[in-house]
């Protein structure tokens, strides 16, 4: 499976957060330039004290021969061994040897120092690579010996072991300060970067536009908030658009583009609907199915746009016929019909098919002045009485309408 393929608790179990790598990244930076300048400046003091030790050593091995060069000529050895102890115990000399003209050994001297930070020291001056130091004893201008000093590297091992110590506290010190500092970058830049992918995260679940990225201090990451709050803003602004025509396309796809009225799809859905309740509720749904009468002959006399205005103005007269929970609708052509649910009587309904026959006595006035007579027959059903579906409800109220209409027209008339 490659890297790009693993699932998210796969990529998560080797994956670490911005303020862990950050935090990481400061504090290896930090600590790595201090062991790095503290082993440099080790180093240095290293090369600068072997040079000290020779030096100093040179000096003593210059003192020492000035004062054995009695002992030496006159061959007491008891003083220059005493000499020997006294000058050079404590001078970090770790063997002193006074030899004669002939090269012999006259007196030496050696540390007792056996201990485990003798061992060290004389370990870290072999590593210094120090060389014994060697002085010729002189009598009236000629030699009459030497003598011969070796470091016991003490002081080299004191000096490694308090830039150790002090390479440990710097460390110490620098962590705590970088740690600090990380902090205070992680409030400045992970903490904004958090919130934004926060913010995201939310938008992305719960689909919630209302969100915003909080200011940040650091330029950039403000730049990057304000440029992801107006991508929200612009998303939001297409998503109203986006409703705004998935309502109007089904307002169009349910509703009649002349009068407004809901067309036969809404209808249907309506009707299935207030049956359902009425089924459970144990109550009645009445229909009224309409037709206008003479329809064609407007359209033939006057034109398609009288026509059109009859409609619309019937339309508005049976909507005001209504009551809320009613519904009319425009089956199509020159047909309507009304939903009333529920229907206490079938005489409610009669009364709302006599209000309807009522309200189109009023002519119509047309654009041009003229005036137009509506006339519509009204067929009546109910449920459960006369239909127990729709198709049943529609052929009912339909064969009232008709027996209208060979009546003479102009009124209404409950189905059989």
Same mark, same amino acid.
């Given at each position: ?13 080797w994956q670490e957060t911005l303020r862990a790598t950050v935090l990481r990244a400061h504090l290896s930076m930090a600590l790595l330039a201090v062991a790095l300048a503290g082993v440099l400046l080790v180093l240095a003091g290293l090369v600068t004290l072997r040079f000290y030790v020779d030096s100093n050593l040179q000096l003593v091995a210059r003192s020492l021969a000035y004062t054995v060069e009695a002992a030496v000529v006159f061959d007491d050895r008891a003083e220059a ?120 995260? $939310?938008?992305?679940?719960?689909? *919630? ?6 200011? =940040? +201090?650091? /330029? !950039?990451?403000?730049?990057? #908030? ?32 002349? $009068?407004?009225?809901?067309?036969? *799809? ?6 299935? =609907? +207030?049956? /359902? !309740?009425?089924?459970?509720? #144990? ?134």
């Amino acid at each position: 499976m490659t890297q790009a393929a693993q699932p998210e608790p796969a990529r998560r179990a080797w994956q670490e957060t911005l303020r862990a790598t950050v935090l990481r990244a400061h504090l290896s930076m930090a600590l790595l330039a201090v062991a790095l300048a503290g082993v440099l400046l080790v180093l240095a003091g290293l090369v600068t004290l072997r040079f000290y030790v020779d030096s100093n050593l040179q000096l003593v091995a210059r003192s020492l021969a000035y004062t054995v060069e009695a002992a030496v000529v006159f061959d007491d050895r008891a003083e220059a061994e005493s000499t020997l102890r006294r000058m050079v115990q404590d001078e970090g000399v770790a063997e002193a040897r006074v030899t004669d003209a002939q090269g012999a050994v006259f007196a030496e001297w050696r540390s007792e120092r056996n201990d485990l930070a003798g061992q060290l020291a004389r370990a870290l001056a072999a590593l210094a690579m120090l060389e014994p130091v060697s002085e010729p004893i002189l009598y009236d201008g000629e030699p009459a010996g030497s003598v011969t000093l070796r470091s016991d590297g003490l002081g080299l091992l004191r000096f490694v072991a308090t830039g150790l110590i002090l390479l440990l506290l710097c460390s110490s010190v620098s962590g705590a300060v970088g740690t600090w500092m990380a902090r205070r970058m992680l409030r400045d830049m992970v903490v904004p970067l958090q919130a934004l992918a926060g913010v995201a995260r $939310t938008v992305r679940r719960t689909q *919630a536009r209302g969100l915003r990225v909080p200011p =940040a +201090r650091i /330029a !950039e990451m403000d730049a990057l #908030g304000d440029d992801f709050n107006a991508l929200l803003v612009e998303l939001e602004r297409r998503e109203a658009l986006l409703e705004q025509r998935n309502e109007e396309l089904s307002r169009q796809a349910l509703h009649d583009s002349l $009068t407004g009225l809901p067309n036969r *799809a809404c209808f249907e859905q309506h009707l299935q =609907a +207030r049956l /359902a !309740e009425a089924r459970r509720a #144990g109550t009645s749904v009445a229909l009224l199915f309409l037709d206008n009468d003479h329809f064609k002959s407007v359209n033939d006399r006057h034109g398609h746009a009288a026509g059109d205005a009859l409609l619309v103005a019937v339309a508005q007269r049976l909507r005001a016929q209504l009551r809320e929970s009613d519904l009319v609708a425009r089956l199509g052509g020159d047909e309507f019909a009304i939903v009333m649910a529920p229907a206490q009587s079938t005489q409610d309904a009669e009364r709302m098919a006599d209000r309807v026959v009522r309200a189109m006595r009023e002519p119509v006035p047309l654009p041009g002045g003229a005036r137009l007579q509506a006339s519509v027959s009204v067929g009546v059903a109910l449920f459960p009485q006369h239909a127990q579906d729709i198709a049943g409800l529609l052929r009912a109220a339909d064969d009232a309408m008709y027996e209208v209409k060979a009546e003479g027209r102009g009124h209404h008339r409950m189905a059989a």
